[in-house]
């Protein structure tokens, strides 16, 4: 204070997030008809207590957990949590429990008008201790020489035996400008299904699977000078978005998957200007999401590792 009264002060811009605490599929059925996927242990402890220290971490400052299946009891346990008496750490449920996916999720936070700048989207089985500064400052210049940079992905290298046999993961295909980093092209190919048990041997000396033929527009070659192919890469489901992506899901709001719906659809309609941009991590940093029985028992096995 000392004067200057009728000088403008920038608000300090808090840094907020998304938690989707519903993953809208039946993965891990029939566990998840009597308790929510967030609250299931993962080495004695709640997946949902791993994304939130993960969030307060790096620097979020106010969550919002979007609740659906089993809404009252994700609800009772934040508020009974120690999360609800951290300083400088405060966590909003959002509930719907008749919403069916994820872009009805988006819309229906877009409609509280809840998030005023730019946030950190991330679902509720992500275990990660990665380090998002160098992410949020990226996304934050290229947003100030292009508004229509919507998304920076975060990525893992990982070689295609670990996603396949360890983490029962997709196979993904990337294809980026090396140059800026910006997604052109996305696939997700499912992995093969484990062999039958007793079927060591034969599973030991097994082929990886084969990834079909990649095709891509030609007008991606005559757009940018050069192109780059990975499919070595691991999606962290660890987005920091802009804004307006909410009212990208308010316009299409049956976006079942927010990859293989939301994002290549984003990525084919390239005659709007939205980008997508990678954000690879390092090989010190950590991000896994538990999205089936295989990568329950591997994530399991890397925190008992101290991964």
Excluded at 24 to 51: G, H, Q, S
Excluded at 257 to 282: I, M, P, Q, S
Aim: overall charge negative.
């Amino acid at each position: 204070g000392g004067g200057g009264g009728n000088e403008d002060f920038k608000q300090r811009e808090v840094l907020q997030a998304i938690l989707l605490a519903d993953s809208f599929t039946t993965t891990f059925r029939p566990v998840t008809r009597e308790c929510p996927k967030v609250l299931l242990p993962l080495v004695n402890v709640p997946m949902i207590e791993y994304t939130l220290e993960f969030l307060a971490s790096n620097g979020v400052e106010e969550v919002f957990v979007f609740c659906c299946a089993h809404a009252e009891q994700i609800v009772a346990y934040l508020e009974s949590s120690a999360w609800s008496q951290t300083p400088g750490f405060v966590v909003h449920t959002i509930v719907s429990t008749n919403c069916i996916s994820a872009g009805e999720a988006m819309r229906l936070i877009d409609h509280r008008h809840v998030i005023r700048a730019d946030f950190v989207l991330v679902h509720g089985d992500v275990v990660a201790n990665a380090d998002l500064r160098r992410a949020i400052d990226a996304h934050k210049r290229r947003r100030g020489k292009d508004k229509l940079a919507m998304v920076t992905m975060c990525v893992k290298p990982l070689t295609q035996r670990l996603r396949e046999e360890r983490f029962g993961g997709q196979n993904l295909v990337f294809v980026t400008d090396p140059d800026t980093d910006r997604v052109l092209h996305y696939e997700e190919h499912a992995a093969p299904s484990p062999p039958a048990p007793g079927d060591e041997r034969r599973a030991s000396g097994r082929r990886l699977s084969r990834l079909p033929p990649l095709a891509l527009d030609a007008s991606l070659f005559s757009d940018h000078p050069r192109l780059r192919v990975r499919s070595d890469l691991a999606d962290c489901h660890v987005d920091i978005c802009a804004p307006e992506v909410l009212l990208l899901f308010t316009d299409n709001f049956d976006y079942q998957h927010l990859r293989r719906d939301f994002l290549v659809g984003t990525l084919n309609e390239r005659e709007l200007g939205n980008a997508v941009y990678a954000h690879e991590l390092g090989p010190e940093e950590y991000a896994a999401r538990v999205e089936n029985f295989r990568a329950y028992d591997a994530v399991s096995r890397d925190v008992v590792g101290r991964w």
